[in-house]
């Protein structure tokens, strides 16, 4: 089995969030030297496939086989891959089962490796994300067992293949502010106490201003307003309270804490109250880490194509890896239709991944 069969058995899994749908089972099958370990939560199933080939460093390989669903406008069944002017189309052909099958074929492939090589799966990606990923890291961490160094195969590049590699991923913020008014008659406005009247001149104090200036790895942390709200829906009648939300991907020059004085400050005057939660926290792995270097290189040596190192986008599970302070990096095809009808990518970014990963591998602990 070369890369592309094995990316189109992966296609035909309908696994979406927690399902795996026998994708995991028949990894392990296929990766039969490799030590299996499943922890599975909650409907979440996570497996860690290693192999020790000698004392170096542990590499890992990480990425999910769930996806999300297909939704509609699909010229084609999502999840009967069809291959057409060399492009391969079916829901996960991005984000991200191109990826994994890339990885686990290099892995399948490699037959030397000073050090130990790792699979990282899980299937709760697309979803909450709470039993998955974390979870295998808290059990690996307990275990003695943690990788130095990992690469998720998420779809990073952005034009043509090898041009972005992710070596951070900024945080994300969300905030949740209720002002309390006085609700009355729109014809006497002086006996009411409008929230939005009051909170118009403090828009600009809060809309789409950065809160920080950025720095080499990140964009500044930018505050973007979501949603507001109030009132009755009618044309008389003022509103007695108005909730507006917002989310901030921030860097790590800007925390819960500063966002929190911003709004004091800025919402000083009234009868507010505030509420921020973090989804994901931010995490940089640094330029001159082995991972960037050497992956940086293969790419280079494989596409000849100089790669950017970047911060931009969502969220991934390399966060968890940032968390438990390995050394993580991502990179995969390209991004341009993940989650969309007709996602698709094509045979010549997915066999070169696969042997962008192969050369990484070969010269990692060379």
């Known amino acids: 089995m070369n ?28 990766l039969d030297e490799y030590e299996a370990l499943y922890i599975n939560k909650k409907g979440v199933k996570n497996l860690f496939l290693s192999k020790k080939f000698g004392e170096g460093d542990h590499l890992c390989f990480a990425g999910h086989v769930d996806v999300v669903p ?4 699909w010229d084609t069944n999502p999840f009967v891959p069809v291959i057409k002017d060399g492009n391969i189309y079916a829901r996960g052909a991005q984000d991200m089962k191109s990826g994994v099958a890339a990885f686990v074929q290099a892995c399948k492939e490699t037959e030397d490796f000073n050090g130990t090589l790792s699979v990282l799966l899980t299937s709760d990606e697309e979803g909450e994300g709470k039993y ?7 059990y690996l961490k307990e275990q003695g067992m943690l990788p130095d160094y990992c690469i998720v195969a998420e779809p990073t590049c952005e034009t043509k ?3 972005a590699i992710k070596i951070g991923r900024r945080g994300s913020i969300n905030g949740y502010i209720t002002i309390q008014g006085k609700q009355g008659h729109a014809a006497y406005p002086e006996k009411a106490i409008n929230p939005v009247h009051q909170i118009a001149p403090i828009l600009d104090k809060i809309a789409g201003i950065d809160l920080d200036n950025g720095d080499d790895d990140f964009a500044p942390s930018k505050m973007v307003i979501t949603d507001i709200r109030g009132g009755m829906e009618v044309t008389n009648v003022t509103p007695g309270s108005l909730k507006l939300m917002f989310n901030v991907r921030n860097s790590t020059r800007t925390t819960q804490d500063e966002v929190r004085l911003h709004i004091d400050t800025c919402f000083k005057d009234l009868d507010y ?9 931010p995490f940089v792995t640094t330029r001159d880490s082995k991972v960037v270097t050497q992956l940086k290189q293969s790419i280079k040596d494989i596409t000849a194509v100089e790669t950017k190192l970047s911060t931009a986008g969502g969220t991934s599970d390399a966060r968890f890896m940032g968390a438990f302070g390995i050394d993580v990096v991502e990179f995969g095809v390209i991004n341009d239709t993940i989650h969309a009808p007709n996602e698709r990518t094509s045979i010549v970014e997915v066999e ?4 962008v990963f192969k050369d990484l591998v070969k010269h990692f602990n060379s």
């Open 161 to 163: 293949f090898g041009d």
């Open 273 to 281: 109250s505030l509420e921020l939660t973090q989804g994901s926290y």
């Open 70 to 73: 297909a939704g509609d406008n």
């Open 132 to 138: 998955g990923t974390a979870v295998m890291l808290e």
């Open 3 to 30: 890369v592309v069969d094995l990316l189109l058995k992966l296609l035909s899994c309908k696994s979406l969030t927690p399902d795996d749908d026998g994708s995991l089972q028949f990894i392990e099958e296929y």
């Open 352 to 355: 070169k991944l696969c042997e």
